[in-house]
């Protein structure tokens, strides 16, 4: 199966813009959704997901190619050097606004620190999270983050913070990990078209 990817932004120009996309998520906004532990979930890809899939990969791949992201992301060839707001805001472009949604599946402190003491304290913490990803056709992904705060002066801040970073950098690798099904699928559509080629030299 041959996917058309829209390709329409290889017209235009698509320099990286500022996003109107929150690099620091409200965390309350994901409170309700969180779950005690991850579950295994085995993703569902229809031709939709499949083409709009494609067209994040090229796109990426046309962001990472373009003078500003060199300047911004250096010459790494690894699209988690993007910053969060600019993999958010192609997924919202991709996929459309209401196209997808993201639920926190864990949120875990992994550490924390207290130095000083009175007005001189200072707090440093650090989280782990699983963030899932939902696709409008329930093609599902999830993704690991981490956050971390260090030497602020106010407790709920520095907690605050690093539980927003690791959210919101878990949202940012499950977008990118949705390319892993996209890949599998071409993978496996390649296996079984090299079983019929050696069937047929067997026949």
Known sequence: MVFNFDSKYKDEDTSIVPSTVQF???ISEFEDSLESSSSQIEPVATEWALQRIGTLQARLEYL???????????KQ?????FPASVILETANQ???YDG???EIVECLLLQDRVDGEGEEKRF??????????????NTVREGHGLGEATNMPHKHLCYSK????AVTEG???AILGLREILMDFELRNLQQELDVKYNLLRS
Do not use: E
Not at 125 to 137: A, E, K, Q
């Open 77 to 81: 060839s690894n699209f988690t050097a």
């Open 171 to 173: 949202m940012k690798n």
């Open 100 to 102: 997808w949604s993201s």
């Open 64 to 74: 990472q190619s373009s003078k500003d992201a060199r300047r911004i992301i250096g």
């Open 124 to 137: 440093s913490v650090r989280y782990s999270s699983i963030v899932r990803v939902t696709l409008n056709d």
């Open 24 to 26: 620091f998520p409200d």
């Open 94 to 96: 991709v996929f459309g």
């Open 162 to 165: 690093a539980k927003k970073q």
